[in-house]
């Protein structure tokens, strides 16, 4: 099957015109949504709690901030981008009492419909535009004069024009230019969860954990060992990302390219095959979901606390810190 994009001539901010759009939350992703949208000529009220700290960053970037349910009745359009954990929370006692028929519930990731965190009214459109990219990475494109590549989805097309919607909102922040990618809301949250967990974020830092290990436990210098698992790594995923795999091992030595070919099926082989299948088969049934709830229910914040505590003390750590002051200038 073909994937559905749009491009920026296929897209128009008409759909956009004369309406309201709230940013319920301003962190890295809202403040760089909101900024872009802003500047594409959109009308911008940001939604926050009173006493959030980022409000007065939201001012001093022109916006017009107000508390987060007057910014929901105001708006047209309300595009929640607080954390996962919390827009259920904050749909409940914010956004919901004056989310009246015709308007638009938003979202940059699709967690809190699939999992029927929230369940919106039948007579509201839903939909979705995700950016792939961090938000940082989303106004530097931007204001570069291009963007970061997004995924649309619609979940509930009540008014029969939320997809217009939804691409003119992924127009005004910049990800027509590169492209945007129809899916859903399953397969984002699905997708979007399995990498972060077995490749991006959980799969990257266990391998390099690992690696630097076995060098050390090895009598290999742990200063060696981090150039080589960590410090180098950057410049491979560069070359992927520009190149893609085959393009990577075209521009490194043929030592490399022979070791890496032939070597590295022997680490990651079938038998990481299956557990990524576990992991994808946890977050497809909802049980992920339903732990991470769970613990967050619990620990809240302070959920990811003991893990991030023993990352920190691994020594692959301790010693990244004096490498990267070798390196970088205030890195630490």
């Not at 970061?148 to 003119?168: C, F, H, I, N, R």
């Not at 809240?300 to 023993?310: A, D, E, H, I, L």
Request: aromatic content about 8%; proline content about 3%; overall charge neutral.
């Amino acid at each position: 099957m073909t994937a559905k994009k749009w491009f920026d001539n296929d897209v128009s901010l008409e759909p956009l015109k004369n309406k309201t759009i709230a940013v319920i939350g301003y962190g890295i992703q809202g403040r760089a949504q909101a900024n872009n949208m802003k500047d594409s000529g959109i009308n911008v009220v940001v939604g926050l709690y009173k006493g959030a700290k980022s409000w007065k960053v939201a001012e001093n970037d022109g916006h017009v901030v107000k508390g987060v349910k007057e910014a929901s009745r105001l708006a047209d359009i309300v595009h929640v981008l607080t954390p996962d954990m919390e827009q259920a929370n904050v749909y409940k006692n914010d956004i919901d009492p004056g989310l009246a028929e015709g308007k638009t519930l938003s979202f940059s990731h699709g967690a809190a419909i699939h999992w029927k965190w929230i369940v919106p009214p039948k007579n509201v459109d839903v939909v979705m535009v995700a950016p792939k990219g961090p938000g940082q990475r989303v106004r530097e494109l931007y204001q570069e004069g291009f963007g970061t590549p997004s995924l649309v989805a619609v979940y509930q097309d009540s008014s029969k024009k939320a997809m217009e919607t939804v691409l003119g909102m992924a127009k005004a922040i910049g990800s027509t230019r590169p492209g945007v990618i129809e899916t859903t809301f399953k397969e984002e949250v699905e997708t979007d969860w399995f990498g972060e967990q077995v490749d991006l974020c959980g799969g990257a830092h266990s391998l390099v954990l690992n690696a630097f290990e076995t060098l050390v436990e090895a009598g290999y210098q742990p200063e060696v060992a981090y150039y080589e698992c960590l410090h180098e790594l950057k410049l491979i995923v560069d070359l992927i990302y520009k190149y893609g795999i085959t393009g990577m091992y075209n521009r490194v030595s043929e030592t490399a390219r022979y070791g890496g070919l032939t070597r590295g099926p022997m680490v990651i082989n079938e038998k990481a095959k299956e557990n990524m299948k576990k992991v994808l088969r946890d977050i497809q049934s909802g049980e992920f979901a339903n732990e991470w709830v769970s613990v967050y229910k619990k620990d809240g914040k302070n959920s990811f606390v003991r893990f991030m505590n023993q990352l920190e003390n691994h020594q692959l750590e301790t010693v990244g810190k004096d490498m990267r002051k070798m390196m970088w200038k205030n890195e630490e």
